[in-house]
């Protein structure tokens, strides 16, 4: 992670990375480089490399921009814009990979950086037991690929980005919040890749994440309560932002959720009322239940019991000294009837879906991005695998999921939006809850744990309903449920359909050593999981 300037002040929050420079925010739509001047410096490259012994090259010229605003009630804490560019050079060269990666975007720095990729990768051949073998690609010639938007988040006035934060936080106050605060992240990633195998690709990668966290105190009891945005961090421009009524969810007692388009005010409104409520809502009675899990909490779920352990460097082990190994092990998947889940449970990894996160054009290593199968009638039927990986499955032809956060770090294997498939069946969260007689329905993101397999598991949320013989029967709090992978997903009896279907995602999942951030959607629609343990987690003083 790399700071400087004034990205230091997003220090303040923790867990947020700022990569790059600090520039002015008209800086952030200073045109760069064309297509064909990158194709130049790109082929300078290729030709370098392949005069220094590379049998195999590929480039990235990259400039990544990033507009972070922090505001407190009436306070802005921080305005970050932040800009980073340069080349990254992977080679393979006596069957071994070199990178190396410079600032200096000049035909000379250029070829300096793709010399020493080289020279790294012949040191590394002496300690090389097998060469690295790449499953076929044909070039796809130019190619350029942006992010469906129609209004640039860059483009957004600051103060407009300001007054909106400033309302978000009134309404919550008007509202019975005592605190506060709120947020805008937007990340523009323009990339272009070359490769000897005839590639040059120019895409345009645009996401943004509006989120912001309402506290309320009781100062009779010293209790408070907080709830956090029921957004999602969307591969979409300012037009997210929009709150338009179709792509609003309609849930049980009023409740609302947000599919490609989010009411920012709304829903600080609706949180400070319900962080109100939770400061004396019941505390849950432990026991089984059945859980009603909304797309906005189930996402989290998904990431950490099948996007990870689905990872095929982490079955592997190649993670292991760092985020763990896989209960999802070869052995299991070779079987061809490892029961994952129930057959309700239909999951997919893709990067190809409109206003994720994943969604790109080609991943980086010039690989057209798909969407296939993870596990299919609840069986586990594939991970997720880039070129120098496919051969273990027995297959020629990459995943489409290789990755890298910045021009400076090495592409490796991440994940792509995985999500579970709605329910072909016509069913509302309402027609659900119906059938319900002792429940819980969960929605938002809360504190989680999970083992260094992704095995063992609890997972809380932001607000939770008790539902009584069919009806909602009030609020609870204390609330986490714990399984294992594999009974959880064995325990899906019912999904709501595709008019309930929306995503959620992490917008810095950190992997790797040294770690890099990337971002992820997961898909669903409501979805019931019968007969799941729920504990209590309030702390009696």
Same mark, same amino acid.
């Given at each position: ?166 309302? =978000? ?95 920012? =005010? ?48 982490? =079955? ?70 880039? *070129? ?65 397999? *992704? ?83 309030? *702390?009696?003083?």
């Amino acid at each position: 992670m790399q700071m400087s300037g004034l990205g230091l002040g997003a220090m303040m929050l923790p867990g947020v990375p700022v990569i790059g420079n600090p520039v002015h925010a008209e800086q952030l739509l200073t045109p760069w480089l064309d297509a064909a001047s990158k194709k130049k410096l790109a082929e300078t490259a290729l030709n370098a490399a392949r005069d220094k012994g590379a049998t195999y090259t590929d480039v990235r010229i990259g400039r990544y921009l990033q507009q972070y605003l922090f505001t407190r009630e009436k306070q802005v804490q921080n305005i970050v814009n932040a800009e980073s560019y340069g080349i990254g050079i992977r080679v393979i060269a006596n069957g071994t990979w070199g990178f190396s990666a410079t600032s200096d975007v000049t035909p000379d720095g250029i070829a300096k950086c793709a010399a020493t990729a080289v020279a790294i990768a012949k040191a590394n051949s002496k300690f090389q037991k097998e060469p690295v073998v790449l499953a076929p690609q044909t070039g796809v010639g130019d190619k350029t690929w942006k992010t469906p938007l129609t209004k640039n988040a860059f483009e957004i006035p600051v103060k407009e980005k300001i007054d909106l934060l400033m309302k =978000v936080n009134g309404a919550a106050i008007d509202n019975g919040a005592n605190f506060v605060t709120s947020n805008l992240f937007f990340v523009n990633e323009q990339k272009y890749f070359a490769s000897t195998d005839g590639s040059f690709i120019d895409q345009d990668v645009h996401r943004i994440w509006p989120t912001f966290t309402v506290t309320v105190t009781d100062k009779a009891s010293g209790k408070f309560k907080t709830r956090d945005a029921i957004s999602s961090p969307m591969g979409m421009g300012y037009e997210y932002l929009d709150g338009m009524a179709t792509e609003k969810i309609a849930g049980p007692n009023g409740l609302v959720g947000y599919r490609n388009a989010y009411d920012m =005010v709304e829903d600080a409104i609706m949180a400070a009322k319900q962080a109100k409520e939770k400061v004396t809502a019941k505390s849950v009675q432990p026991g089984k239940y059945d859980l009603v899990l909304d797309p906005n909490h189930l996402g989290l779920t998904i990431h950490e019991s099948v996007g990870h352990p689905t990872e095929l460097d982490r =079955v592997l082990g190649y993670e292991a000294n760092y985020a763990g190994t896989s209960f999802a092990t070869l052995d299991k998947w070779k079987t061809r009837n490892f029961n994952y889940g129930s057959k309700l449970v239909n999951i997919v990894a893709d990067k190809t879906q409109p206003h994720t996160l994943g969604a790109v054009g080609y991943d980086d290593e010039g690989v057209p991005c798909k969407e296939w199968d993870i596990i299919k009638d609840g069986i586990l039927v594939n991970y997720q695998a880039i *070129r120098d990986q496919v051969q273990i499955l027995g297959e020629k032809e990459s995943h489409g999921c290789c990755y890298a956060d910045d021009w400076s770090s090495v592409q490796f294997q991440r994940m792509p939006n995985i999500s579970l498939k709605p329910a072909t069946e016509k069913r509302s969260v309402l027609d659900m809850i119906k059938g319900v007689e002792k429940g819980i329905y969960i929605i938002g993101r809360g504190s989680y744990s999970i083992d260094q397999q *992704r095995y063992n598991f609890q997972f809380g949320g932001q607000v939770f309903y008790e539902i009584k013989n069919g009806e909602i029967a009030g609020m609870l709090d204390d609330v986490a449920y714990q399984s294992n992978t594999q009974e959880f997903w064995n325990s899906c009896t019912q999904l709501c359909d595709k008019d309930d279907y929306r995503t959620f995602g992490s917008f810095f999942d950190g992997k790797g050593q040294p770690a890099q951030i990337s971002a992820v959607s997961h898909g669903s629609s409501t979805t019931r999981f019968n007969g799941v343990n729920v504990i209590n987690t309030g *702390r009696k003083i």
